[in-house]
């Protein structure tokens, strides 16, 4: 009731006009597969930035290996549906559940440790997971397993001929991942990992126990990459060690809501719309001759925020002049400018 109280009738016109051209898009990219596959990907990385900001952004422990959940929930689904011939869907639930409880098992050691010493221990569990899975036979090694084609329908999550449905999948998974994400930065929980980002110490001091909350953040901020991860395992209906648990997605994982502005709603979706197609165009530009210049590009953008905005993109349209425009066509109340602050904390 909140969020509707502040809409005013621009915003709520600008919010239906977005909806309707996201929704009419596919059929304008039907014949263009190339621009298609982007903006299915782009939701998907949006998504896998929502979980590492509710780690990262809003709780403050930045991890560099949420990669490795999104491997779980990739290899779970795939395997239970190879071994036991479990469905999809179901497997969809049974990833998100197995990445949230290993995610309480990493956080349990892990959070023991603070700054750039647990960034270092998500990178080495990450890694170890990876260099384990490439020479475990069970789960594929380093060949990797790959989904047999079955009919395409909703229920067997496959479609071949016409990549549409994967567009508006990702986009409901995008969508529900958002409005949980909006629904946690207002409530009691989100004040909490916001306070224990700016004093962890000081949150102890008033009777909470933040360790306890990390562990909710990064149980929900696993669950959800692993959400993601059984999303593209079945879109590309393939997953190896390589493209699941690489030390190169977990950085991409984190750079998106970094570069989109961390620990905001937003951060996740901006960072994802700059990063994914950044990536995807220098890669048909260069073909082969540019492999990896993606990464630099990501430096180079990320060093630049980092020196004049390091609250990330969504800093400028917090800016004074930002929001003076924003006031004057009407869209001052946007939810994803604004920030509540933690003083209740203190009562």
Request: aromatic share 14%.
């Amino acid at each position: 009731m909140e969020f509707i109280k502040t809409i005013t009738p621009v915003t709520a016109f600008t919010i239906v006009i977005l909806a309707i051209t996201l929704l009419i898009l596919p059929q304008i990219l039907q014949e263009r597969p190339f621009e298609l596959r982007m903006m299915i990907v782009i939701f998907l990385y949006a998504t896998l930035g929502h979980g590492w900001n509710i780690l990262g952004g809003y709780a403050g422990q930045s991890s560099i290996g949420h990669g490795l959940f999104f491997g779980i929930g990739a290899y779970t689904s795939t395997i239970l549906y190879l071994k036991f011939g479990i469905n999809p869907w179901v497997g969809t639930m049974a990833g998100m559940l197995v990445a949230g409880i290993c995610g309480i098992l990493i956080g349990i050691p892990c959070f023991r440790l603070r700054g750039h010493y647990f960034v270092i221990a998500t990178i080495v569990l990450a890694e170890s997971v990876f260099q384990l899975f490439t020479a475990w036979e069970a789960v594929g090694g380093a060949m990797g397993l790959e989904l047999p084609v079955k009919r395409e329908e909703l229920i067997n999550f496959q479609f071949h001929r016409d990549k549409r449905p994967y567009y508006f999948i990702a986009l409901a998974m995008l969508t529900l991942v958002t409005l949980a994400v909006w629904w946690m930065q207002r409530s009691r929980i989100g004040f909490i990992l916001r306070a224990i980002r700016d004093d962890e110490d000081a949150v102890g001091c008033l009777g909470f126990k933040p360790n306890n909350y990390k562990l909710l953040a990064i149980a929900f901020s696993a669950a959800i990459v692993g959400l993601g991860g059984v999303f593209y395992a079945q879109y590309v209906l393939f997953i190896d060690p390589f493209s699941v648990l690489s030390l190169h997605l977990s950085v991409l994982i984190a750079l998106i809501p970094i570069m989109g502005g961390a620990g905001t709603v937003a951060g996740p979706i901006i960072g994802a719309t700059i990063l994914v197609p950044m990536s995807e165009y220098s890669r048909v530009f260069f073909s082969g001759s540019g492999r990896n210049i993606d990464l630099l590009l990501y430096g180079f953008f990320i060093m630049i925020i980092s020196v004049y905005r390091p609250d990330g993109v969504i800093g400028i349209l917090k800016s004074t002049r930002t929001q003076t425009f924003l006031a004057y066509i009407g869209l001052k109340s946007l939810p994803f400018v604004q920030e509540k602050s933690t003083k209740f904390l203190q009562k």
